[in-house]
């Protein structure tokens, strides 16, 4: 994904820090506003990934780190749950300034309850989606221990909270007991998509069961089995990534944003053999095994040539039996890419080093005679594909600049 910078002004007149996660080959087919967990920021792995996820799909993501946590400005002693909801107004305003407005609201922990409460405040959105929310947001409390007593008594007290310290105020108390979100939750009046692990030690999965409860349909429920709160493990984070883009395409109008279609487009970034590559319109990613230093996320380059072979090969198989008209049900190929040494080809003009070579093996079903199938057999050697690959290939290679 082609991540941008940016910041934008809340209600306090604080900086915060964003970043605007874009599809790296195509215009975004609609977006998302991204809040992030209790006294996390938006770098978090799980953010990360599921923004990857869903940039995958076309679908840009806004995601930003709350006052005084992460690179924006402010004290997160002085921000409160409710000031949150207006951050999160407040981003979905700036991102309609500078792309358009969100259509999918995400939420994870307390980001998840301050978006059912924000989804009322922003009239462009279509869904919502939480991820290990709270069903009330006083439900944060439990993580102050026994310093509560201290905050209520003295005003405030520093809190321990995933390991790093944070000045929590009597103010943030007053104001997360004083929301009432049955309300906000019964008449969301978008499509909702609750994720929650059953095994959750920090928010109980009965409060899936009661945002699921107050919600009216349209509403989803997906269990994360044994994903902790945070999402730690990235096959859970980029599992709820890639099934959030599932279900938000369903509520996108995507128009035809595409780069040209006649042309294929690829993009690498600084790190790593992971590629994207835009054909036709379509997405796809290209990668490495892990042996070689890739992440194994794609095909490999050669992989999508031998692909193209083979499509090539049973397109055209198709178009010549329903030709002449015979009894073709499927075309089945496949195909094995490899280098052998010049002197072990008996064929190949090429006479010293290595050369490449496709086995390619054609599964015909259908009622054929063997004359039919030995014709098609010729056949496969005639697709387009095949005599370009046979045939002298040149690669004109310029700088341009883009």
């Known amino acids: 994904m082609k991540t941008v910078q940016h910041t934008f002004t809340n209600g306090d007149g604080h900086q915060l820090s ?14 998302a506003l991204f809040a992030h967990c209790f006294t996390c920021n938006k770098e978090l792995l799980a953010v990360r990934n599921i923004a990857r996820a869903l940039t ?10 709350f006052p005084g946590l992460g690179k924006s400005e402010g004290c997160f002693s002085g921000s409160t749950f409710s000031s949150n909801v207006d951050d999160l107004y407040r981003a979905a305003v700036y991102l309609e300034e500078i792309a358009e407005s969100p259509q999918i609201l995400i939420g994870h922990s307390l980001g998840g309850a301050a978006a059912i409460r924000a989804a009322a405040l922003i009239k462009s959105l279509k869904g919502v989606a ?8 006083a439900h944060v409390t439990h993580l102050f221990g026994d310093e509560r007593e201290e905050i209520e008594s003295k005003g405030s007290a520093t809190v321990s909270i995933a390991k790093s310290e944070f000045l929590i105020k009597s103010e943030f108390i007053e104001d997360l007991e004083s ?3 049955e309300e906000a939750t019964q008449n969301l009046g978008r499509e909702l998509l609750v994720f929650h692990s059953p095994v959750d030690r920090v928010v109980g999965i009965e409060n899936a069961a009661t945002i699921y409860g107050r919600a009216r349909h349209p ?8 994903a902790d709160h945070l999402l730690s493990r990235e096959k859970d984070s980029q599992y709820v990534g890639k099934c959030i883009a599932t279900w938000a395409s ?40 892990i042996n070689v230093g890739g992440t194994n996320l794609g095909p490999t380059p050669y992989d999508f040539l031998s692909a193209g072979l083979g499509a090539c090969t049973a397109m055209t198989l198709r178009m010549y039996a329903d030709r002449k008209d015979w009894p073709l049900e499927s ?9 052998i040494h010049a002197r072990d080809c008996d064929e190949c003009v090429t006479s010293e080093g290595r050369v490449d070579v496709i086995e390619r093996r054609i599964i015909l079903e259908g009622n054929l005679d063997e004359a039919q199938k030995s014709r098609l057999l010729e056949i496969a050697d005639r697709c387009p594909v095949h005599r370009t690959l046979e045939s002298e290939v040149r690669v004109e290679t310029v700088l341009f600049e883009g």
């Open 18 to 31: 964003a970043f605007l996660d874009l599809p790296p080959l195509r215009k975004p087919i609609g977006y």
């Open 56 to 65: 995958e799909e076309g679908i840009g993501v806004f995601r930003f780190d």
């Open 130 to 137: 939480t991820i290990g929310a709270p069903a009330d947001p």
């Open 179 to 181: 929301i009432s979100m």
């Open 219 to 226: 509403k989803s429920f997906i269990s994360l089995d044994d």
């Open 250 to 289: 369903r509520y996108l109008d995507p128009v035809d944003r595409a780069i040209d279609a006649e042309e294929v487009v690829v993009r690498i970034g600084n790190c790593g053999f992971r590629t994207d590559v835009l054909a036709n319109g379509r997405a796809f990613i290209a990668d490495e095994p």
């Open 331 to 339: 075309v089945e190929v496949h195909l094995v890419h490899d280098k």
